[in-house]
């Protein structure tokens, strides 16, 4: 039997003419049952342009980055392009609009390629999705959005794969950071949101952390506090170890001085009684002091642990069924400060259905980073030859200034003798 996965009411239509009838039945049956949508879906191919609004934002400072269409220095397929960020220090923002999508009682899947080309040390690959009504010639930085998602990095420290969500006014960071290993390869990122406002985040097909709205992020409080009324019981126990009631100091412990008389010092023979004072040995750490005697410590049989307030309903919790709901998203948009330019994207997808979000990662970044690997680690090698190169022939031209710009000591002197000479004449 063959089983096709159904995006459209076209592509159910298309299978019905190619297939018997009875057949057909089946597939339009599960085309029914399974109301799997893409909402929008760009690889950038032809006419790319006309799809995408680029904002006129800090154009008037002229700070507006221009984006290039291009497979990239390295690929696994030179026909494969995107679009990539072309000039250091600029700020970069462009849009698509896309039927205007709800995703109540829908998973939401939102997946796109990245590579940074560039050594990036501090910028960003993240992608937004915009609910409502906007001016996409006026999309910037200040710019309202409901989720923005993707790899972000600056200096040493901070690498990770963002996650900020809107809620009721407010941005609110994911609360765990996800690792990330910033290299110059392609890698596809997918965040993954669920009618049961559980989450999933996703690097190259892999998940990286799954979590829930209630937990990871603060759109709410917590559903359960410690309560703040709690007092500890007079009679817990809370010490882990005792003193062994078994082990008694040793009879005469205390007397054993620290110190002890040298018992290999001898009165020098020069030793004057009457001129020096008695003599007296000088003293050495006694091998039989122990130090302060200190009571062995044994398992307390009654310990009850560290005691925690115990949890209780959180008054000021007021749950939201519709948590994970954005009723209205619109646009697509990417938006950017570069310090380094060369960030490319593609491959961009909104949809509810997890597995064509798997397949088209395999189709596309899958089917290709082998061969995109293969291509940059033989960029890398050229370039570090030419480096080589390029310093070799720096040090010969430096042995050539030292040699043109250095006068023989016979040519010195004979120039010297004859200005003597000249100046003899005047």
Known sequence: MQFYFLHSWNSAMAIHKRIPNFISLIVVSFFVVSSAEVFFEERFGDGWESRWV?????????????????????????NDKGIQTSQDGRFYAISAKFPEVNNKGKTLVFQFSVKHEQKLDCGGGYMKLISGDMDQKKFGGETPYSIMFGPDMCGPSIKRIHAILHYNGTNHLIKKDIPWDVDQLTHVYTFILRPDATCSILMDNVEKRKGNLYTDWEHLPPKRIRDP??????????????????????????????????????KPEDWDEEEDGEWTAPTVPNPEYKGPWVQ???????????????????????????LYVYPNLKYVGIELWQVKSGTMFDNILVTDDVEYAKKLAEETWGKHKAAEKAAFEAADKSQEEESKDDHAVSDVEDDDDDSDGTESDSESKDGGAKEKDEHDEL
């Open 54 to 78: 680029k904002s006129d934002w800090k154009k008037d400072e002229s700070l507006a980055g221009e984006w290039n269409y291009t497979a990239g220095k390295w690929n696994g397929d030179p």
């Open 296 to 322: 062995k410590k044994i398992k307390n049989p009654n310990y009850k642990g560290k005691w925690k307030a115990p949890k209780i309903d959180n008054p000021e919790f007021k749950d939201d069924p519709d």
């Open 229 to 266: 009324n709690a007092k500890k019981p007079q009679d817990w126990d809370d010490k882990e170890y005792i003193p062994d009631p078994e082990d008694k100091k040793p009879e005469g412990y205390d007397d054993i001085p620290k110190e002890v008389a040298d018992p290999d010092a001898k």
